[in-house]
């Protein structure tokens, strides 16, 4: 038996016609294969490589939703998946950028079609194979690539919900979420902040979301020489809070009897816990005691990645202070695929 969530927190943008694939492989940080219907991760950058917006991108040639729209064929189109709150103004990155390219951009309404993800509730939380996309014909979705466990999407009209869920148990969006941020997965503009990081910072680089062999496309020149020749010191990692003094577990776990509220304390800065309290990073989100911290990898977990000795000791503590004075402890995990995919230490310049 499947979960299935329904994602509100996102909408859908329509591209149809012949040139959108030239279209979207300028503007986006994937791969677009105008002859594969396999769907994909990607991000849309600024000119400094700086992260807009996170999206899948769905083919649709070939699917009931692509016909009903008078679609032939031989007729690109494509569905872009993203951050709800941010529809309108992706809409009108698109349209700035559009200048007399042959294609039809609409912003889908509210519920016209809706995103769902699917995933296996034995899934573990270390590495494995992701499941692949469902293979029911004439619906929409794809595997989610961005991590192991993530399970799948679906894009989804009202009336087909029951046909293509009826082996899923329909659950809430928070139990999706605290699925991602024990994955350390994150998802819109409130976790990805426009404008003010670099998709490495993120985790797009290693969530299958950036093609470093493709062409041109805005925001390529500085994220090509990030990948080659920086090194990448903070990135999102999954995060626990805990009552100071309490024991910590040695993998992120959420408890659903904790009294913690992790939402409090969004937007924190995260400190080693001594005389100084130096800021190792910060908490970008949270659902009880789990959320997402965007940390600094040497000072706060294990990893090595330059040549430089590491200042991390696992004898240290690491605190957050709410608005109102509350203080709890913090924890960062590196899970199996983040660990993984860093690479070997070696001479690099310096990236923040």
Same mark, same amino acid.
């Given at each position: 038996?499947?979960?299935?969530?329904?994602?509100?927190?996102?909408?859908?943008?329509?591209?149809?016609?012949?040139?959108?694939?030239?279209?979207?492989?300028?503007?986006?940080?994937?791969?677009?294969?105008?002859?594969?219907?396999?769907?994909?991760?990607?991000?849309?950058?600024?000119?400094?490589?700086?992260?807009?917006?996170?999206?899948?991108?769905?083919?649709?040639?070939?699917?009931?939703?692509?016909?009903?729209?008078?679609?032939?064929?031989?007729?690109?189109?494509?569905?872009?998946?993203?951050?709800?709150?941010?529809?309108?103004?992706?809409?009108?990155?698109?349209?700035?950028?559009?200048?007399?390219?042959?294609?039809?951009?609409?912003?889908?309404?509210?519920?016209?079609?809706?995103?769902?993800?699917?995933?296996?509730?034995?899934?573990?939380?270390?590495?494995?194979?992701?499941?692949?996309?469902?293979?029911?014909?004439?619906?929409?979705?794809?595997?989610?690539?961005?991590?192991?466990?993530?399970?799948?999407?679906?894009?989804?009209?009202?009336?087909?919900?029951? !046909?293509?869920?009826?082996? +899923?148990? %329909?659950?809430?969006?928070? @139990?999706?979420?605290?699925?991602?941020?024990?994955? &350390? =997965?994150?998802?819109?503009?409130?976790?990805?902040?426009?404008?003010?990081?670099?998709?490495?910072?993120?985790?797009?680089?290693?969530?299958?979301?950036?093609?470093?062999?493709?062409?041109?496309?805005?925001?390529?020149?500085?994220?090509?020489?990030?990948?080659?020749?920086?090194?990448?010191?903070?990135?999102?990692?999954?995060?626990?809070?805990?009552?100071?003094?309490?024991?910590?577990?040695?993998?992120?776990?959420?408890?659903?009897?904790?009294?913690?509220?992790?939402?409090?304390?969004?937007?924190?800065?995260?400190?080693?816990?001594?005389?100084?309290?130096?800021?190792?990073?910060?908490?970008?989100?949270?659902?009880?005691?789990?959320?997402l911290g965007m940390c600094r990898?040497?000072?706060?977990?294990?990893?090595?990645?330059?040549? !430089?000795?590491?200042?991390? +000791?696992? %004898?240290?503590?690491?605190? @957050?202070?709410?608005?109102?004075?509350?203080?709890? &402890? =913090?924890?960062?995990?590196?899970?199996?695929?983040?660990?993984?995919?860093i690479r070997e230490?070696?001479?690099?310049?310096?990236?923040?």
């Amino acid at each position: 038996m499947c979960a299935a969530a329904k994602l509100t927190t996102r909408r859908l943008i329509s591209l149809h016609g012949a040139e959108t694939p030239k279209f979207l492989q300028g503007i986006i940080t994937n791969n677009v294969r105008p002859e594969s219907m396999s769907g994909f991760y990607a991000a849309f950058l600024t000119a400094q490589g700086k992260v807009l917006h996170d999206t899948f991108v769905y083919p649709t040639v070939g699917s009931e939703w692509h016909k009903q729209q008078g679609g032939a064929e031989d007729d690109a189109g494509y569905l872009l998946e993203v951050d709800a709150a941010q529809a309108d103004i992706l809409m009108k990155h698109l349209k700035r950028h559009k200048l007399r390219s042959k294609f039809k951009l609409r912003l889908l309404d509210e519920g016209e079609l809706d995103v769902w993800n699917l995933w296996k509730e034995e899934d573990r939380w270390t590495a494995h194979g992701t499941a692949s996309a469902q293979q029911t014909a004439g619906i929409i979705g794809t595997s989610d690539p961005r991590a192991p466990g993530m399970g799948q999407r679906l894009i989804l009209p009202e009336k087909k919900k029951n !046909e293509a869920l009826q082996d +899923s148990e %329909e659950t809430t969006l928070d @139990a999706y979420t605290i699925r991602r941020y024990l994955r &350390g =997965v994150p998802e819109g503009q409130m976790e990805m902040p426009r404008d003010e990081v670099l998709p490495m910072n993120c985790n797009i680089d290693i969530m299958n979301g950036i093609d470093f062999k493709k062409g041109c496309y805005v925001g390529q020149e500085l994220t090509i020489r990030t990948h080659h020749t920086g090194v990448v010191r903070r990135r999102i990692l999954p995060i626990t809070l805990y009552e100071t003094g309490a024991g910590v577990s040695e993998k992120p776990e959420y408890d659903p009897a904790t009294t913690i509220n992790a939402g409090e304390f969004v937007g924190a800065d995260i400190k080693k816990d001594d005389k100084r309290k130096r800021s190792t990073g910060k908490i970008i989100a949270g659902i009880g005691n789990v959320g997402l911290g965007m940390c600094r990898l040497e000072q706060m977990t294990d990893l090595k990645i330059t040549a !430089e000795p590491s200042p991390f +000791s696992p %004898e240290e503590r690491f605190v @957050a202070l709410a608005g109102d004075g509350a203080e709890v &402890g =913090v924890k960062a995990f590196v899970p199996d695929w983040v660990r993984g995919s860093i690479r070997e230490p070696k001479q690099q310049k310096r990236v923040e």
